[in-house]
């Protein structure tokens, strides 16, 4: 590798280092969770991206989607609610109420909800119920 590669790389790291201290900075949250947030969703919009252009995904999926899109936030949720990147209460041996969005049954509560009504939408669309 010669230093025009090397320094192309650097500067690559670079702007994507300063695109995710910009999104943290707009989501109030450390640099290490903005870049599993991140991360997440560059995963999620490939994803996405891949079924679409495989002509795979259908209406059907959008409840699914609408989970995964929410679920990329996690880390987030759990900044939020604890302060730090730590998503374990364990960890931190701090036991104390934490805010209905970063309880991991309210938030799989909402996932199913979302999976089950939306997919009842789509049925009654169709006209299937």
């Known amino acids: 590798m010669n230093d025009t590669e090397k320094g192309f790389l650097v500067v690559i790291a670079l702007t994507i280092a300063t695109v995710i201290a910009s999104f943290a900075s707009m989501l109030n949250i450390d640099f290490l969770s903005a870049t599993k ?13 891949a ?5 795979f995904f259908s209406v059907k999926y959008i409840p699914f989607s609408i989970v995964w899109f929410l679920a990329c ?4 949720y759990h900044f939020w609610a604890y302060g730090s990147g730590n998503n374990s209460l ?15 049954w ?6 199913l909800a979302i999976i089950i009504f939306g997919h009842l939408i789509v049925l009654k669309i169709r006209n299937e119920i």
């Open 51 to 55: 079924t679409i252009k495989s002509g």
């Open 90 to 104: 364990y960890a931190l041996k701090i036991y104390r109420e934490i805010p209905w969005y970063a309880n991991d």
């Open 37 to 49: 947030v991140f991360g997440w969703l560059c995963l999620f919009m490939v994803a996405l991206f």
């Open 73 to 76: 936030f996690r880390p987030a």
């Open 106 to 111: 309210i938030q799989l509560g909402i996932a």
